[in-house]
């Protein structure tokens, strides 16, 4: 039995709540695909205090599974779109696990800290090799709701019985 299905199996869940600024979640961050590369390279350079940092202002949850094969963070922050609730700002999967399986893990600890709000999160299609653009997250449940002026499919998903 593999490392993730043993924690899943004592805990209940696959992932660990973790602070920003984890190196190995910005190891990962940086192999997604809205992982932000600045121009000066402060994400390179070992003096920059926060190069480890992947989360803007705002609430957060960042969580990881114990191996480090996948991140997701939850974010509640004043959305210049006009998105109202809770945003995944990124997930990114390279465990074996079904990402709508980690999807829904996650939501949990969205819905713990913040009752009752909307999810919602932005998938690029021409940034990944789906033919169906956010699909794990339409497995999980979620719903397509719009598409932002740059091109984004806008998911949303709401709490049981709203």
Same mark, same amino acid.
């Given at each position: 039995?593999?490392?993730?299905?043993?924690?899943?199996?004592?805990?209940?869940?696959?992932?660990?709540?973790?602070?920003?600024?984890?190196?190995?979640?910005?190891?990962? /961050?940086?192999?997604?695909?809205?992982?932000?590369? /600045?121009?000066?390279?402060?994400?390179?350079?070992?003096?920059?205090?926060?190069?480890?940092?992947?989360?803007?202002?705002?609430?957060?949850?960042?969580?990881?599974?114990?191996? /480090?094969?996948?991140?997701?963070?939850?974010?509640?922050?004043?959305?210049?779109?006009?998105?109202?609730?809770?945003?995944?700002?990124?997930?990114?999967?390279?465990?074996?696990?079904?990402?709508?399986?980690?999807?829904?893990?996650?939501?949990?600890?969205?819905?713990?800290?913040?009752?009752?709000?909307?999810?919602?999160?932005?998938?690029?299609?021409?940034?990944?090799?789906?033919?169906?653009?956010? /699909?794990?997250?339409?497995?999980?449940?979620?719903?397509?709701?719009?598409?932002?002026?740059?091109?984004?499919?806008?998911?949303?998903?709401?709490?049981?019985?709203?």
């Amino acid at each position: 039995m593999d490392l993730l299905t043993r924690w899943h199996e004592t805990f209940g869940t696959f992932w660990i709540p973790i602070r920003d600024g984890d190196p190995q979640a910005t190891a990962l /961050y940086r192999r997604h695909y809205s992982c932000h590369a /600045y121009r000066d390279g402060r994400r390179d350079n070992p003096h920059y205090p926060n190069r480890h940092l992947i989360v803007g202002p705002g609430e957060r949850i960042m969580l990881v599974t114990v191996d /480090y094969s996948a991140l997701f963070v939850w974010r509640k922050f004043q959305d210049a779109s006009g998105q109202q609730g809770v945003n995944n700002a990124v997930f990114r999967n390279e465990s074996p696990i079904r990402s709508s399986t980690l999807i829904l893990d996650a939501e949990s600890f969205a819905w713990s800290r913040w009752p009752g709000e909307r999810l919602y999160t932005y998938v690029n299609p021409r940034a990944i090799r789906s033919s169906n653009p956010g /699909y794990c997250f339409l497995a999980a449940g979620w719903r397509r709701c719009g598409i932002t002026r740059n091109g984004l499919h806008i998911l949303e998903k709401f709490p049981r019985g709203e």
